[in-house]
């Protein structure tokens, strides 16, 4: 399965995007979905992850009350939807996938990775 993250930008502290996540698979509602995101110089963090019905969600203690991971099967894709962003979520953003129905934190539970999205939210 390829993905394809979309809807990075450029933001001002306290604004609102919301990225995509494309997959170019029919069987889209069998993988766990997942976004992560990589500062310069840091590791690569958990954001949140969607189990493949969309039931159960888990999300970074960073993030909480700000982000929104979602999906729709029928268009075979996931988002994230951030509102309240602040200068330090400025990252590269990836979303990644696996059929293995784990909604992990761990990077390694992930098989499908998309390209990234930069987001940079400026003070």
């Known amino acids: 399965v390829q993905l394809q993250a979309s809807g990075g930008g450029l933001v001002l502290a306290g604004g609102s995007l919301r990225l995509s996540c494309a997959a170019s698979?029919?069987?889209?509602?069998?993988?766990?979905l997942a976004w992560f995101r990589q500062a310069p110089g840091r590791e690569r963090e958990f954001v949140a992850s969607?189990?493949?019905?969309?039931?159960?969600?888990h999300s970074a203690d960073s993030i909480q009350g700000r982000f929104t991971i979602s999906r729709d099967n029928a268009k075979n894709t996931g988002y994230l939807q951030m509102n309240n962003l602040k200068p330090e979520d400025t990252a590269v953003y990836y979303c990644a996938a696996n059929t293995r129905g784990s909604v992990s934190m761990w990077h390694g539970a992930y098989d499908y990775w998309g390209q990234g999205t930069q987001v940079t939210v400026s003070s």
């Open positions: 698979v029919r069987t889209f509602s069998r993988y766990a």
């Open positions: 969607i189990s493949e019905s969309g039931d159960y969600t």
